[in-house]
T-cell receptor, first 116, second 107 residues
């Protein structure tokens, strides 16, 4: 059973860079796409972008100028960096396996609050 | 980007009743539509992909239909654990987008 676990700071100051890591267990990270999705409190879901195990990326145009993703297949981890954050970036951030047809495995999510 | 509009926003039904949830796309997404269930404090759970294919382990009471711009998720007979928020999501173009959700609540 594939499991995903997000890890990150919880609190980020405005204008700084949010950094999150997703650790995959129970299966290999290689040969798959992996996505980041976020959800502000009480609101809907927003796809941030995805990365293939080769390092190839696709980002949501609405966030593309601030987003960077990377992957470390030796550690079975992939990461998200979101720069110049504001209060509007406060949300629960999920990592998920992206099978192209759908997101089939999800992490439990981690709340990131942007506040000074 | 493609906008997905779900209706109704809230659906109040009783256990044992049939639930019909709608998702309408602003342009054709072919059959490239998925449905997810989300309970409070949990991650979404994949139910249906490519409009009508049940994901692994999903009970047969969940079914999906539609193509083009109009899609339906049907729950044939509601169980107590089915009361949750449901989202549709397309994979037709970039970026992937989700609907705003339908809350299925107990009447």
């Amino acid at each position: 059973q594939v499991q995903l676990q997000e890890s990150g700071p919880g609190l980020v100051k405005p204008s700084e860079t949010l950094s999150l890591t997703c650790t995959v267990s129970g299966g290999s990270i290689s040969g798959y796409y992996w996505s980041w999705i976020r959800q502000p409190a009480g609101k809907g879901l927003e796809w941030i972008g995805r990365i293939y195990s080769s390092g190839s990326t696709t980002y949501n145009p609405s966030l593309k100028s601030r987003v960077s993703m990377s992957i470390d297949t030796s550690k079975n981890q992939f990461s998200l960096k979101l720069s110049s954050v504001t209060a509007a970036d406060t949300a629960v951030y999920f990592c998920a396996r992206d099978m192209t047809y759908a997101f089939d495995y999800w992490g439990q999510g981690t709340l990131i609050t942007v506040s000074s | 980007e493609i906008v997905l509009t779900q209706s109704p926003a809230t659906l109040s039904l009783s256990p044992g009743e049939r639930a019909t949830l709608s998702c309408r796309a602003s342009q054709s997404v072919s059959s490239y539509l998925a449905w997810y269930q989300q309970k409070p404090g949990q991650a979404p759970r994949l139910l249906i992909y490519d409009a009508s294919n049940r994901a692994t382990g999903i009970p047969a009471r969940f079914s999906g239909s539609g193509s083009g711009t109009d899609f339906t998720l049907t729950i044939s007979s509601l169980e107590p654990e089915d009361f949750a928020v449901y989202y549709c999501q397309h994979r037709s173009t970039w970026p992937r987008t989700f609907g705003q959700g339908t809350k299925l609540e107990i009447k």
